[in-house]
């Protein structure tokens, strides 16, 4: 693993949401350039940009429509090698977002493969070889070139998806083919030259999108696990510092298949959102919650990956709602606590550290649907659109939170009491511990089911740290078997042992060594 993941913190940056440079409305590259010395000051020392490339925009970048060409809206390729030397010149990285499961209709790749002739692009998606033929379990594209069969898509109806083959084919389905196929070959070929481009000129690594979908017919995902050790053996001869993130959600075969770290989905078996967003968040102070089945498959994730540890729990992200649609700024303070103190790199999506809030009842943008509200403008301070840019309001492509009240980086950054201050100390903390960092270990002392606190044992080495998380309005005792007394961190007050019982206070968190 890259030696910089050790006590990596990863700002997540929606490029048209963050800072417009030019007034039209859009975010861009230069802007985020602008802001690396924001990012930095609050502690974060990695980005991941979300996708930046050219494309239709039908669903906000994850339908490419070139790979090797940045956006024009966001800039010039040229921006995007600026902003990697200026982040490195500060010790930051930058991982890009790679979209390697389908592109957009528009890509060259479809319009060469619509084509009824052959070409060396036929075999690049999955078609099936009939146009009344419906690929099994996945929607389709048919009927509109001249090429007899239905195109399998993924998500929605305009990305097409890419053919890595099918690890059990159909013999009864002659367009069904194996992963060593030439037209599967080719297009994991031309992945890796994508990867080696953006490598070359200075990116840091990746966060694929929805890495294990690619091989079809997988159910145990050994396919799709045997072309990311491929990956990864490219990868280790070409460019072994880069980092590989992967959004799959079953760390034990993201890893296996040579992924650094494998983020926790909002959907999917993790039950994450148990702790931030359902009817009873666990990290409400109404303490109604209930962590222990997060917990339960944490740790068998956990013991799956050889306790490696390297699960990725991000505060949001643009599929989310924001943490403030579901907690206060006080229980955002203690949800940043517990995940500022897990192993695995964190990750922050932008404005969450100020308590960014859900935009209500907007219309859908580039494909967001309900997600919309999430991907609101950055806030940065109280002039025209709060500091994002100096467009005309009606150009913004997504409305800012017109709340006079809006949290900004300017007021919080002014608050010593504020999300953004608790943040920027609790990820202080966490780069002074390497046991509080990613590859720490982690052990739970206190997880019960619909029972508070939340209480796990960090380690490294002979460095030992008792963490103890309390969101809930009432004081809460539980058995303990190492004993507490000046806190590393605390809010909430302090927390106190006796007789192998620790009684903390309510909407409480603590971080103790010295064990």
Not at 119 to 128: A, I, Q
Not at 156 to 173: E, I, R, T, V, W
Not at 336 to 358: N, Q, V, W
Not at 425 to 441: P, Y
Request: glycine share 10%.
């Amino acid at each position: 693993m890259p030696e910089w993941l050790n006590n990596a913190v990863f700002y997540e940056i929606y490029p048209q949401s963050f800072k417009d440079t030019n007034a039209d409305g859009i975010g861009d590259i230069n802007g985020i350039t602008e802001k690396l010395g924001y990012i930095k000051d609050l502690g974060c020392n990695a980005i991941w940009l979300n996708p930046c490339f050219k494309s239709p925009f039908g669903d906000a970048g994850y339908d490419v429509e070139d790979y090797y060409t940045v956006a024009p809206r966001y800039g010039t390729n040229e921006d995007l090698v600026r902003l990697f030397d200026e982040a490195h010149e500060l010790g930051m990285h930058v991982i890009l977002d790679l979209v390697p499961g389908h592109t957009a209709v528009t890509h060259e790749w479809f319009k060469q493969s619509m084509k009824a002739g052959r070409n060396e692009f036929t075999d690049r998606y999955v078609w099936t070889d009939g146009i009344w033929v419906h690929p099994d379990g996945m929607n389709c594209i048919r009927g509109i070139s001249d090429r007899d069969g239905s195109c399998a898509v993924n998500f929605f109806s305009h990305q097409p998806a890419l053919n890595y083959g099918f690890y059990k084919p159909d013999p009864d389905k002659k367009w069904q083919q194996s992963m060593d196929d030439e037209g599967p070959r080719a297009t994991l070929e031309a992945m890796k030259d994508i990867m080696r481009f953006w490598l070359g000129l200075g990116c840091d690594g990746f966060r694929v999108d929805m890495a294990g979908s690619l091989v079809k017919n997988d159910e145990d995902g050994k396919g799709t696990i045997k072309l990311w050790q491929e990956v990864r053996e490219f990868l280790d001869s070409e460019f072994p510092n880069a980092a590989m993130v992967s959004e799959w959600g079953e760390p034990d075969k993201s890893l296996t298949g040579g992924f650094h770290m494998d983020f926790l989905l909002h959907f999917g078996p993790s039950h994450y959102n148990d702790l931030f967003r359902c009817e009873e968040p666990y990290f409400s102070s109404r303490g109604k919650g209930d962590a222990s089945a997060f917990v339960r498959k944490y740790i068998e994730n956990y013991q799956k990956t050889e306790r490696k540890g390297l699960i990725c729990i991000p505060s949001g992200n643009h599929d989310m709602d924001r943490l403030a649609r579901s907690l206060n700024p006080d229980e955002i303070k203690i949800a940043f606590a517990f995940l500022l103190s897990m192993p695995g790199a964190p990750f922050i999506y932008y404005g969450d550290e100020i308590g960014m809030r859900y935009v209500e009842n907007l219309t859908s943008v580039e494909g967001g649907y309900g997600r919309t509200g999430s991907r609101s403008p950055m806030q940065w301070d109280g002039t025209t659109n709060a500091g994002f840019g100096s467009s005309a309001p009606e150009k913004l492509y997504i409305p800012i939170d017109k709340d006079k009240d809006r949290p900004t980086v300017e007021k919080q950054t002014a608050d010593d009491a504020s999300i953004y201050s608790e943040v920027r100390r609790l990820i202080g903390i966490r780069q002074s511990h390497k046991a509080l960092q990613s590859c720490g270990e982690i052990e739970f002392i206190h997880a019960e089911e619909n029972s508070y606190p939340l209480s796990y044992l960090r380690s490294s080495g002979d460095e030992k740290i008792l963490v103890i998380i309390n969101p809930s309005d009432k004081e809460q005792k539980f058995t303990c078997p190492y004993p507490v007394s000046t806190p590393i961190y605390s809010i909430g007050g302090n927390a106190d042992s006796s007789n192998g019982v620790i009684t903390v206070p309510p909407c409480f968190a603590g971080f103790y060594g010295g064990l």
